[in-house]
């Protein structure tokens, strides 16, 4: 079967090694690629991953046409990205139409970094606006090891979000939050929302890991890495091996449902 990251960051050439040493001073996080494109393709390559999608945060509304451009420019055969947005000026109708018509299916947002609370009514236009034109949103959740105070995502806020909007296409990073497990379990397990397994998968306690990945809908699952914050191949074959998931529901998670969110056919096309 083929295999799909639905969770990776890369940086522009110029500024990856950077980025990458800062995040891993302050995160406190190892990185297992350079943090370029190049990097995240030679990675694939050894972990048998056929596409890579690549999130990037503006963490100013200034920040976002340029940073728009270069996710644009990046996508090719196994890469493809999402969009970037920021809720304090947040894209009108007819520009997510324009996002939408250039292949993008959905856009991240990180509360932390984007200081807001996902719960905070002054959004909701913004979900809303994306809802009406069949747009995913992937949420960071839980704790960010590089930002940790205040968390802005916890799962009980993003169930309040569920709830408040269920038209909305979420997608929960982090199987519903870092540090936030039990949490997550309680607010968010069984909901009609996806949840991607990306940086927790070998950090959750197997036992909770196990209650998480049965007790959510097999549909609803998606295998990510967080790339370069860890090894894709080892991320990938734990995944693989947890005896408690059927060939279907992996078939499921490493493929099948995101191909489903980013608008691919069954056969891959990429």
Same mark, same amino acid.
């Given at each position: 079967?083929?295999?799909? /990251?639905?969770?990776?960051?890369?940086?522009?050439?110029?500024?990856?090694?950077?980025?990458?040493?800062?995040?891993? +001073?302050?995160?406190?996080?190892? !990185?297992?690629? &350079?943090?370029?494109?190049?990097?995240?393709?030679? =990675? #694939?390559?050894?972990?048998?991953? &056929? %596409?890579?999608?690549? +999130?990037?945060?503006?963490?100013?509304?200034?920040?976002?046409? +340029?940073?728009? =451009?270069?996710?644009?420019?990046?996508?090719?055969?196994?890469?493809?990205?999402?969009?970037?947005?920021?809720?304090?000026?947040?894209?009108? =109708?007819?520009?997510?139409?324009?996002? #939408?018509?250039?292949?993008?299916?959905?856009?991240?947002?990180? @509360?932390?970094?984007?200081?807001? $609370?996902?719960? &905070? *009514?002054?959004?909701?236009?913004?979900?809303?606006?994306?809802?009406?034109?069949?747009?995913?949103?992937?949420?960071?959740?839980?704790?960010?090891?590089?930002? *940790?105070? @205040?968390?802005?995502?916890?799962?009980?806020?993003?169930?309040?979000?569920?709830? /408040?909007?269920?038209?909305?296409?979420?997608?929960?990073?982090?199987?519903?939050?870092?540090?936030?497990?039990?949490? !997550?379990?309680?607010?968010?397990?069984?909901?009609?929302?996806?949840? /991607?397994?990306?940086?927790?998968?070998?950090?959750?306690? #197997?036992?909770?890991?196990?209650?998480?990945?049965?007790?959510?809908?097999?549909?609803?699952?998606?295998?990510?890495? &967080? +790339?370069?914050?860890?090894?894709?191949?080892?991320? %990938?074959?734990?995944?693989?091996?947890?005896?408690?998931?059927?060939?279907?529901?992996?078939?499921?998670?490493? $493929? =099948?449902?995101?191909?489903?969110?980013?608008?691919?056919?069954?056969?891959?096309? $990429?």
């Amino acid at each position: 079967m083929k295999k799909i /990251d639905f969770h990776t960051h890369i940086y522009p050439d110029h500024a990856a090694a950077r980025t990458v040493a800062a995040i891993r +001073s302050r995160a406190g996080v190892d !990185a297992y690629t &350079d943090g370029t494109l190049a990097g995240l393709k030679k =990675s #694939m390559k050894a972990a048998g991953i &056929d %596409l890579s999608v690549v +999130s990037a945060v503006a963490t100013k509304p200034e920040q976002v046409p +340029s940073i728009q =451009s270069w996710l644009t420019a990046i996508r090719q055969p196994g890469i493809e990205a999402l969009a970037t947005v920021h809720p304090a000026a947040p894209p009108d =109708s007819e520009q997510l139409e324009m996002l #939408m018509n250039e292949g993008f299916r959905g856009f991240k947002l990180h @509360p932390d970094y984007q200081d807001f $609370f996902v719960d &905070d *009514p002054r959004v909701y236009p913004l979900y809303e606006a994306a809802a009406a034109k069949g747009m995913f949103v992937l949420f960071h959740a839980g704790v960010d090891r590089g930002l *940790p105070h @205040p968390v802005h995502a916890t799962p009980k806020r993003l169930a309040a979000v569920h709830s /408040d909007i269920p038209e909305l296409c979420m997608v929960v990073a982090h199987l519903g939050g870092e540090g936030a497990y039990e949490e !997550a379990e309680t607010h968010l397990l069984g909901r009609n929302l996806y949840m /991607d397994t990306a940086f927790v998968l070998r950090k959750t306690p #197997m036992p909770l890991l196990e209650r998480i990945l049965k007790g959510h809908p097999p549909d609803r699952l998606l295998f990510a890495s &967080d +790339s370069p914050w860890t090894d894709q191949g080892e991320e %990938l074959q734990f995944l693989l091996q947890l005896p408690f998931l059927t060939e279907t529901d992996k078939e499921k998670i490493c $493929f =099948s449902n995101a191909a489903h969110l980013l608008g691919l056919g069954r056969g891959g096309n $990429f």
